[in-house]
């Protein structure tokens, strides 16, 4: 250190006074009690980030010295509050702290000896989780966006996502998340893929055609992110499986082509307590919502019971744009990862719809029913009728 | 004259519209003059006196079961939307 370091030190520790590790960890001890927002110690690393992933105190805030001046004001606002800084030995601290000084921060203190001497004394310090290298690339730019961020990209690897169906919206639905990195994937589907499916289930492929295509999502998914664990599920769902298969999962994307999986999917769902992103297509026209078990209405709050074979449309060959798919399974993935992170304003209670046609979004708003047989005040979801398939001619 | 929205699974029965006029100062008369001209609707929209338990009817986005049901009141520049269950998915 030289001279001029050391009156530049001198300088500091007129001003900012000083605390051991002892001392420190006393104070942060009497408010221990206290609510998140009512503290009046704040502590802060001022370390560089391979420092701080090294370990750290318990509670502290990670604002590098280098960035000090920046953001310091957002990450403590409140200017009267005492600011204990720490570094590694003591010494960035200190110069931290003559900066907030010059900042208008009242009470900035440096803890002496810094971390190494708080971890000498015995005292707790956590090792946050870290991405390794590969990970920090290719979710580079979830990292850079706040509402994701490091912490939520690492919610979306401990995720699981159920897809029912790796047809025209999950297979869009399904990539995209596999890209996202949510780290487990289980699909279920015991349909194998079919030449007349490439117009839009673009997770498969020509050479694919014949395999399962649970299988062949599972292929495409692992060569494309190798975080992604996929669960596959060669069986359709029934009353016998679905509360075992959706048991694993926290949110479940809903792109089955009949009544029957709806309704099973919907009474076993609430009892569960899982969200459903549910996805429905036909000719230029696609709809989505999110069925949030009792925060928003259900399947049955909409349509209690689904309509006789006769008058079940849908079940015909209707055809379908090759690309509507792919917009109505996008936004469930989207929908899907706003579930997860819990972030912005999930569809729940709103039926969003899209005419391909008119080049037009629009949005109803959809209740609660208080008499609903699988959600309301007196309801038996267990009990609910299961219904044979509808559908004379499968729609594929 | 109100303005009436058909989901895709029933412009079949109207001819292929997506949206037409119809005349009538509550949801039941509005109805009436639909199945007037398209009779092909009544039995999917209300077979019997009661609407169908799988479809949904909005008057300006509001479902009619939080209204009045048929007897909401419909005025000539509102929209009536018709919104059948759809399987609809795809595997």
């Not at chain 1, 690309?323 to 709103?350: M, N, S």
């Not at chain 2, 009817?57 to 909401?72: I, K, M, S």
């Amino acid at each position: 250190m030289g001279e001029a370091s050391r009156e530049i030190m001198r300088q500091a520790r007129k001003q900012v006074p000083e605390w051991n590790p002892s001392q420190v960890r006393e104070a942060l001890g009497q408010q221990h009690e206290a609510a998140p927002g009512d503290q009046e110690i704040v502590l802060v690393d001022v370390r560089e980030k391979i420092e701080w992933n090294d370990g750290h105190i318990p509670g502290a805030i990670h604002v590098p010295r280098g960035y000090l001046e920046l953001q310091i004001e957002e990450a403590v606002p409140d200017k009267s509050k005492t600011v204990v800084l720490y570094c590694a030995g003591g010494v960035r601290s200190l110069m931290a702290g003559a900066t907030l000084k010059q900042m208008g921060y009242e009470n900035a203190i440096s803890m002496s000896g810094g971390f190494g001497q708080w971890k000498a004394g015995g005292f707790p310090f956590v090792q946050p989780r870290t991405m390794n290298e590969a990970q920090a690339k290719r979710y580079s730019r979830h990292l850079l966006v706040p509402e994701v961020g490091e912490q939520g990209q690492f919610k979306l690897l401990d995720s699981k996502v159920l897809l029912l169906g790796a047809g025209g919206l999950g297979s869009p639905a399904a990539y995209y998340l596999a890209a996202a990195g949510v780290g487990t994937i289980g699909i279920i589907d015991d349909d194998v893929v079919e030449e007349s499916n490439l117009q839009r289930q673009i997770i498969h492929n020509l050479k694919r055609v014949g395999q399962y295509k649970a299988e062949s999502a599972r292929e495409t998914i692992e060569a494309l992110n190798p975080d992604v664990k996929v669960i596959t599920y060669i069986e359709r769902l029934d009353e016998t499986n679905v509360a075992r298969i959706i048991a694993d999962y926290d949110v479940i994307v809903d792109g089955t082509d009949n009544f029957p999986t709806r309704y099973l999917l919907n009474d076993a769902a609430i009892m569960a307590n899982k969200p459903v992103v549910h996805g429905s297509v036909f000719r230029f026209e696609g709809q989505l919502t999110v069925f949030k078990p009792y925060e928003g209405p259900c399947y049955r709050c909409l349509y209690p019971e689904p309509p006789p074979p006769a008058l079940a449309p849908s079940c015909a060959e209707a055809g379908v744009l090759g690309v509507l798919p792919g917009i109505i399974g996008l936004l469930q993935a989207t929908e899907t990862i706003k579930v997860l992170l819990g972030i912005g304003d999930p569809l729940v209670g709103r039926l969003m719809t899209y005419d391909a046609l008119a080049g037009e979004f629009s949005e109803l708003r959809l209740f609660r029913d208080p008499n609903c047989p699988a959600c309301g005040e007196h309801a038996h979801p267990e009990n609910l009728p299961t219904y044979a398939d509808v559908c004379a001619v499968p729609a594929r | 004259m109100a303005t009436v929205r058909l989901a895709p699974v029933l412009r079949a029965s109207a001819g292929g519209s997506k949206q037409v006029s119809a005349e009538g100062s509550n949801l039941a008369e509005v109805l009436n003059d639909l199945y007037a001209r398209f009779p092909a609707l009544k039995e999917q929209i209300q077979p019997d006196e009661q609407l169908s338990r799988f479809i949904n009817v909005y008057v300006n986005d509001q479902d009619v079961r939080f209204l009045q049901g048929l007897e909401t009141r419909v005025g000539p520049g509102d929209t009536v939307i018709l919104l059948p269950a759809m399987a609809g998915g795809e595997l």
